[in-house]
């Protein structure tokens, strides 16, 4: 048997670390979709009337998608289809009305946070990252509020940013990602329950990383988060989410829309370590991801970057992209993705060129195991007034299994003769050189792919704050545990 | 047909007439050839029938930068053949690339022209010959071959050109023929009748350890509007070496949609090089089938547009089988308002082993209301394989364009050798001196009367 | 150290070594010479556990045990070393981070705790003088971008930290220059014990100018034709090798 074969096993059964469930009693819409559902969910919230009509016009356009059965076909995934009519999509621990402070959150739900290591009480919280913890459909607690407020740095529950800055949110709600974008986006809209909201005042610069961590705990609930975060002119923030679910046997939905805007000289780093139950070793169950996250970058020398690990959903479906509209902003985006058992991932960037000199940067790793499938889909569009911009693709896949499959289907429209732009990519499993090589000095077959592995990813891992990278290390690298080695 | 639907596209869109040119060709022309193939022609009829032309600009995917509206809509009448026609010697040289010496079939506006043709001094172990004729006197041997490689059950445009298919040429090359110099198989559309579609059906098979060159080229005669819809198919012998350069010149008014379909063979080297020197509307699909173990194939392409010219090149090369390789280069200079799009895809089937795949796209833009699209994608089912992509657009390199000033050149002359430069990759991959060096004059002259119209601007 | 007994390997189906013997104690250095395909590269894969490189019959055994039974990460923890002709690309791993983990890996097995990575990093930069690098070197990625000297001097860097019992050093002087060969020939010398032993794999002689063998063997055709003192050497320089083709030939016909 050749190296490659005694190293890269079938992925055997990869235990899921936050498979467990609160037991927690919960306050859930009734099953299905209609107007009223709307309704419900926004007379809970007490929201605005032009919230509610955003809502309706969404549920409408979505209800029109959906018999024209004009669903996105054109990614590379494969799932039965899914009866909108069958989903919960509203579901939150019951407590009390208001909670004046973290003493007031149920014991139940702090332990779940601590469980997944977020810690949300005072003593324990972490240094320097304030985090909105998001339990099903709401916020159930922020850390550092007050801290925060300090700076002006309006950051906590989206909800709350409606009843407390209503007009940045009807400024800036579907300023980037329209309810019109693509059915999922129309979905979200009508239906969204929770997310972050963050607003940077102008010349701030954010002294806290902020967190949200996703958690979806109730059955049969789709989750349909929507976050927000707005960089006024100057300022700068560094923001992360994670996520995670318990094993179910059913497939949940996760519709999230992410909106971020930067104005003159803003910027705004976006981080994500995605790791939602990705199904079991059959492919049963797991989350189905499908989430739209967009950046415009309105001003001038303005810059936006996204940074992704995915290892987790049973399908990802996402494309966090940026609008490049001021002269001399940037966008980028780096992704590391970990396609093993059955689960498929369709994921990419798209970057549009608008104003003058600008300049983006795609590096997308793409990593399939077991029976994997993972695609890179990207789009680099310049636009004929886009002069002197500049892209730079790169997008590379790693192969560690004779089943599973990596593609990649980079699109490149330019209209600007001025532009310069360069696309790469390289497909290829771990060599059996460099395998020798790595035993040759001592070190084990599981140990030169756990190297070499982080090696392919290291460009997009130096992007993540420096505890993340480790956090992202450790999942990336318990992910592959029984895959190789 | 569907007409239910609602969708604007299709009130304009001439499917029927097709069908009505179809009866009455099935009844009148070609009533000589076998059974099989009208029977073929049947089939490939109701295909398109089911098919349509590819005018959706939703959903359709590989069509996406390409909008053949105006193919659909216009109606087009089968042309009559100009057989008879004569040309002078400046002509012949002109579409011979200055080697009236090479053997060449000919046909004018889709039919077999003998006077200007010469096959009397064909390679040894070289056969060419006039499909139609073909069809009489070798008729099993064909039906062997034609529609074999060809999907028409998929792709309208083969359904049509299968629906019509009657003359082109058959091109054999023995087991262990050695030829050195090239066949010209000249596909030469007058443009005296306006509106006129042909349907040139080429099948070339190599025998077993042999090596030829073939030069499909389209050449036109005047500036008219005309619909050539070519298919052709390569059957390769085992250990066999076939360089195909296909060169397309037709005039700037013309709709060209070409289909190649190449089955590749064990230790078989398939190099082709696909050259769009003219056109108004332009589509080449190049699809090889890497089926057998140790195969290879080098595609090379260079498209020069200017004006509102659009040359779309689709080329899929299918591994199915391991110890494939396959290299892919194709290169556009776009001026005017032109529009560029190339669409690779590199497939490596579930199981198969040991690929090395590289594709490349770059273009280069001369004008700022040029636009080029592309898209190198892959789609890899197997994990032993090494595959790389790359794709780059972009305008000249100012610092190369400064160093060629500073040693005394002007700025004209400077573009010009840039410019030229940019092509030499893939005009020196045309293995055959005497053609490479025809092609370098070509579109040398080419960029050279853009820079002069550049200049007047 | 090495005892190899009528080692016979192949690379597919095709064989290539035919029954070679070779013992090498503490202290020895050994220079195997020979032409183009005579099986050079083939015994210092076979001995270091290529997978591509198949022993079909013989014995190898180092220190007493079966080196052939051996995964390739044990034969380098049980103190056997290879220097690359070609050494391997590995992206985004760097020097440094290399070094550390074959270096706690060979600790481990040998129940010594493993040392932490500032302690290392003072232990690789007290190596880096005996091939004349400087620390930048350890840390870039692995053989990633480096100079054909830059290979060959990490890849005796590396011999340097892990303190291997036996270096094959294979073809270690090709595509160097005077100057780089000079270098990584003196650090060889300095890593020369009387508790170690080396195996040099070598087409040229060039390299014995710096590193005087104990024993030179000329293997052609998969065997050894011919085993002699560093004066063979000189005189394959000036003569080549075809007074050991015609022995090889004599051999097979024997055979």
């Known amino acids: ?411 490149v429209e330019v209209r600007n003769n001025s532009s310069h732009l360069e696309h790469e990519a390289f497909t290829s499993r771990v060599s059996e050189e460099q395998l020798f090589y790595c035993n040759q000095r001592g070190i084990s077959l599981e140990e030169a792919h756990r190297l070499i592995i982080n090696g392919f990813c290291k460009e997009v891992f130096k992007q993540l704050p420096f505890e993340f990278a480790v956090e992202a290390t450790r999942l990336l690298e318990a992910n592959l545990e029984g895959t190789v080695g | 047909m569907n007409v239910s639907t609602g969708m604007t596209h299709r009130t304009t869109v001439q499917e029927g007439k097709y069908l009505a040119a179809f009866d009455s060709f099935q009844r009148n022309g070609a009533v000589g050839d076998p059974e099989w193939i009208h029977q073929l022609r049947e089939a490939a009829i109701a295909r398109f029938n089911v098919l349509g032309f590819p005018v959706a600009r939703r959903g359709n995917e590989e069509w996406k930068y390409t909008d053949i509206r105006p193919i659909a809509a216009t109606n087009f009448q089968p042309a009559t053949g100009s057989a008879q026609l004569t040309l002078p010697p400046p002509d012949v040289d002109r579409l011979t690339f200055g080697n009236p010496g090479w053997s060449r079939i000919v046909f004018v506006d889709g039919v077999y022209s003998q006077e200007l043709s010469a096959l009397t001094s064909l390679p040894a172990g070289v056969s060419v010959v006039s499909l139609a004729q073909a069809l009489v006197t070798h008729g099993d041997m064909i039906k062997q071959h034609m529609a074999r490689y060809a999907p028409y059950e998929s792709e309208a445009f083969t359904a049509l050109n299968t629906a019509f298919a009657h003359d082109g040429a058959l091109v054999q090359i023995a087991d262990g023929a050695i030829a050195e110099e090239p066949v010209h198989l000249l596909f030469l559309t007058t443009g005296r009748q306006q509106d006129t579609v042909t349907y040139p059906r080429v099948l070339i098979l190599t025998g077993k350890d042999s090596k030829a060159t073939v030069i499909e080229s389209y050449g036109s005669l005047d500036e008219g509007r005309y619909f050539t819809n070519a298919v052709t198919e390569v059957r390769m012998g085992s250990g066999s070496v076939l360089n195909y350069y296909k060169v397309q010149r037709q005039s700037q008014q013309a709709f060209h949609v070409s289909n190649t379909n190449v089955s590749n063979a064990s230790g078989a080297s398939f190099n082709s090089v696909n050259l769009d020197l003219g056109g108004g509307l332009v589509r080449n699909n190049l699809n090889v089938l890497m089926g057998e173990e140790g195969c290879s194939c080098v595609l090379n392409g260079l498209y020069l547009l200017n004006g509102t010219q659009h040359v779309d090149n689709q080329v899929i090369i299918d591994h199915t089988s391991s110890y494939t390789t396959a290299s892919e280069l194709y290169k556009g200079i776009l001026d005017g308002k032109s529009h560029s799009v190339f669409h690779g895809s590199i497939i490596v089937r579930k199981g198969i082993q040991k690929v090395n795949a590289n594709q490349v796209d770059k273009n280069l833009l001369l004008s700022d209301q040029a636009e080029a699209d592309t898209k190198p994608a892959f789609w890899i089912y197997s994990d032993d394989v090494k595959c790389g992509h790359g794709a780059a657009c972009g305008q000249m390199d100012e610092n190369a364009l400064f160093y060629l000033k500073s040693r005394g050149m002007d700025d004209k002359l400077a573009r010009r050798v840039l410019t030229r430069a940019f092509a030499t990759q893939v005009i020196d991959s045309i293995g055959n001196g005497a053609f490479r060096a025809a092609v370098g004059q070509i579109v040398e002259n080419k960029l050279e009367e853009w820079l002069e119209a550049g200049e007047s601007r | 150290m090495l005892e190899v007994i009528d080692l016979h390997a192949s690379i597919g189906d095709v064989p290539i070594l035919k029954g070679v013997n070779l013992r090498v104690n503490a202290g020895e250095v050994h220079a195997i010479m020979g032409p183009n395909g005579s099986g050079k590269s083939t015994l210092a894969y076979v001995l270091a556990g290529h997978p591509s490189y198949k022993a079909t019959s013989g014995r190898a055994l180092f220190e007493g045990q079966n080196l052939l039974a051996m995964l390739p990460e044990n034969r380098a923890r049980a103190g056997l070393f290879l220097s690359f002709q070609h050494p391997v690309e590995v992206p985004g791993v760097r020097f440094d981070e290399f070094m550390r983990a074959g270096f706690n890996a060979l600790r481990k097995s040998r129940g010594v705790p493993e040392m932490g990575v500032l302690d290392f990093n003072k232990h690789l930069a007290s190596k880096l003088g005996i091939v004349g690098m400087d620390a930048t070197f350890t840390r870039r990625y692995v053989n990633e971008g480096f100079s054909g000297g830059e290979k060959k001097r990490g890849e005796i860097l590396q011999m340097a930290i892990l303190d291997p019992k036996l270096a094959i050093l294979d073809e270690t002087d090709s595509g160097l220059d005077v100057d780089a060969l000079r270098e990584v020939a003196q650090g060889i010398n300095k890593l020369r014990r009387a508790d170690n032993a080396i195996l040099l794999v070598t087409h040229y002689q060039r390299i014995l100018s710096y590193v005087t063998p104990d024993v030179v063997h000329v293997l052609i055709g998969g065997r050894i034709v011919k085993s002699g003192g560093k004066e063979m050497a000189l005189e394959i320089e000036t003569e080549g090798y075809d007074k050991y083709e015609d022995m090889a030939k004599a051999l097979r016909a024997g055979a």
């Open chain 1, 1 to 411: 048997m050749s190296t490659g074969n005694r190293a890269v096993k079938e992925l055997a059964s990869q235990s899921y670390q936050y498979g467990w469930v609160t037991p927690i009693e919960s306050d859930t819409a009734p099953r299905g979709l209609n107007e009223d559902t709307i309704r419900w969910i926004s007379a809970k919230k007490n929201e605005p009337e032009f919230l509610l009509e955003w809502r309706l016009k969404a549920y409408r356009h979505f209800m029109t998608l959906l018999q024209k059965e004009q669903l996105p076909e054109w990614a590379n995934v494969h799932y039965p289809s899914i009866d909108f009519q069958d989903i919960i999509y509203y579901s939150a621990p019951k407590t009390k009305e208001k909670l004046n402070s973290l003493e007031e959150v149920d014991p139940e739900l702090l332990k779940t946070y601590e469980k997944l290591g977020i810690p949300l009480g005072e003593q324990k919280r972490l240094a320097g990252v304030a985090v909105d913890a998001i339990f099903d459909s709401v916020s159930i607690a922020t850390t550092f509020k007050e801290e925060l407020a300090k700076y002006g740095v309006i950051f906590g529950s989206f909800s709350e940013a409606v009843q407390n800055h209503p007009e940045l949110v009807e400024k800036y709600l579907g300023s980037v990602v329209p309810y019109t974008d693509n059915f999922y986006a129309a979905l979200n809209a009508a239906v969204f329950s929770d997310g972050s909201f963050c607003y940077v005042p102008k010349g701030v610069r954010c002294p806290f990383e902020l967190t949200t961590y996703f958690r979806i705990n109730a059955q049969s609930t789709g989750q349909f988060e929507r976050t927000l975060i707005v960089a006024d002119e100057g300022s700068y923030v560094s923001y992360l989410e994670g996520c995670s679910a318990p094993m179910r046997d059913e497939n949940q939905l996760h519709a999230a829309v992410v909106e971020l805007v930067t104005l003159d000289n803003a910027e705004i780093k976006y981080s994500t370590i995605q790791n939602w139950y990705p199904g079991d070793e059959e492919g049963k169950g797991g989350i189905y991801n499908f989430v739209t996250k967009r950046g415009k970058c309105a001003g001038a020398n303005s810059k936006i970057s996204w940074t992704q690990v995915e290892t987790g959903a049973a399908i990802t479906w996402k494309y966090p992209s940026v609008i490049l509209q001021g002269d001399n902003s940037v966008g980028e985006f780096y992704s590391v993705a970990l396609t093993k058992g059955y689960q498929q991932a369709d994921t990419g960037s798209k970057m549009t060129h608008m104003g003058k000199n600008t300049r983006s940067t795609i590096i997308a790793k793409t990593i399939s195991a077991g029976h994997g499938n993972g695609t890179y889909r990207g789009l680099v569009k310049v636009m004929p007034k886009a002069t002197n911009s500049w892209n730079f693709t790169q997008c590379d896949s790693l192969l560690l299994s004779n089943s599973c499959g990596a593609h990649t289907t980079p699109y």
